[in-house]
């Protein structure tokens, strides 16, 4: 089993170390970890992976690059105010009044999509549906700039690689010239953008603060946007595979939240996260030394909750930890739900008929899967 290809594998005890990791698969220990802060501190959330080399991290710093403790990474008593305020900006009521303009944008793009289809043509669901639908819904919720969007996917997809993925010193060397060059166009944002979550961020750090700022900003554009892009693609590819959710979707017997829920357990938009021993302490009887990194496996602990087969509202199905749990649960769950929900009821039906020609190829990655592609097509006999 290579760490860096969960989603291929099945856990094969609740704990064990593995690659400089404790791996933890079981549900309560994952929840438990998750909940407990002071054993089990979050600090190490954002290090890289592989050791960045010097070549490299001297591109970062040219352009201003660093990542103080601000909201995944942060397990000191600032962060509840800053979660305050990011949480602030999501509640319930502000993703919901986005979703009658996400809905018209889906609707369009799907019946746009749906004529090619009936022309024979192929169509990719990630790069025509998928990409950028959580980066400018974020850009409304946050009030940011609409910024390019090929730019921002090019700037977080090389942020997940060059943190994330198994890399030589070259590949990181050119990584570190995207993240770090976007990372100086965050902090003109950091200090320019007039209103809304960021300047109120801007408020809250005082002079002196620019660089939490900043690291918010680079961990919504990352974890706010990238990761649910990946999970819709991850959704419809299962979904093309799941004839009879469909079916039930269309006849009413299942509900679309219910299909989402289940697509969080199954293909959750993060597959494992790490936290950092604060203590010498144990789990479940397993020794866990102080300064020793541990890897929750979300996926796996989804998937013990109510096994691998697809049921949407089946007894299980909502107790995922696919948002994480605790102090650092994740701000955009709503976000992220809705916006499943909206793609699951316009572009569901698109499947049907179709096959899929291109799946998703997701590279070595210890927390993301990345997929490049979904690419579907009418099915010959649907054709006929």
């Not at 979050?42 to 660093?66: E, K, M, Q, Y």
């Not at 002079?207 to 649910?228: H, K, M, N, S, Y």
């Not at 289940?262 to 959750?268: A, D, F, H, K, T």
């Not at 998703?360 to 490049?372: A, K, W």
Request: hydrophobic content about 50%; overall charge neutral; glycine content about 8%.
């Amino acid at each position: 089993m290579t760490l860096h290809r969960l989603w291929e594998h099945d856990a094969k005890a609740p704990v064990w170390r593995q690659g400089g990791q404790v791996v933890v698969a079981s549900h309560a220990l994952v929840r438990r970890v998750l909940g407990d802060q002071a054993v089990f501190a979050p600090g190490n959330a954002l290090d890289a992976v592989t050791p960045i080399p010097v070549a490299a991290l001297r591109v970062l710093s040219r352009n201003g690059f660093r990542l103080p403790a601000t909201l995944a990474n942060n397990g000191t008593d600032t962060h509840p105010a800053l979660r305050a305020i990011v949480g602030e900006a999501m509640t319930p009521a502000r993703v919901d009044a986005l979703r009658p303009w996400l809905t018209g944008v889906v609707r369009r793009r799907v019946a746009r999509l749906a004529a090619r289809l009936r022309e024979g043509g192929t169509v990719d669901l990630y790069e025509s549906l998928a990409a950028d639908l959580p980066l400018l819904a974020l850009a409304r919720l946050i009030v940011m700039p609409e910024q390019d969007v090929a730019v921002v996917k090019r700037f977080s997809r090389a942020a997940l690689e060059l943190f994330w993925a198994p890399l030589d010193a070259e590949r990181q060397e050119r990584l570190a010239h995207v993240v770090g060059e976007h990372h100086a166009a965050l902090r003109e944002l950091a200090r320019t953008v007039p209103s809304g979550l960021i300047a109120e961020l801007r408020a809250h750090c005082g002079p002196g603060g620019e660089d939490q700022v900043v690291a918010a900003l680079f961990f919504l554009l990352v974890a706010g946007q990238e990761t649910t892009s990946q999970f819709l693609t991850l959704l419809l590819h299962r979904l093309a595979g799941e004839p009879a959710v469909r079916d039930g979707l269309a006849s009413g017997r299942h509900g679309v939240a219910e299909v989402v829920e289940e697509g969080l357990r199954l293909v959750p938009p993060i597959v494992s996260w790490r936290r950092v021993a604060a203590v010498d302490t144990e789990l479940d009887g397993f020794a866990v030394h102080a300064g020793e990194s541990v890897l929750l496996w979300l996926g796996a602990a989804g998937r013990e909750a109510a096994g691998d087969d697809y049921v949407p509202g089946q007894r299980g199905s909502r107790r995922h930890l696919a948002f994480g749990a605790g102090a650092h649960r994740c701000l955009g769950a709503q976000l992220a739900r809705m916006e499943a929900a909206v793609v699951v009821a316009e572009a569901a039906p698109l499947l049907r008929g179709c096959e899929v020609v291109k799946a998703p190829d997701c590279p070595d990655n210890l927390s993301f899967r990345m997929p490049d592609a979904l690419v579907i097509t009418r099915s010959r006999t649907a054709l006929r």
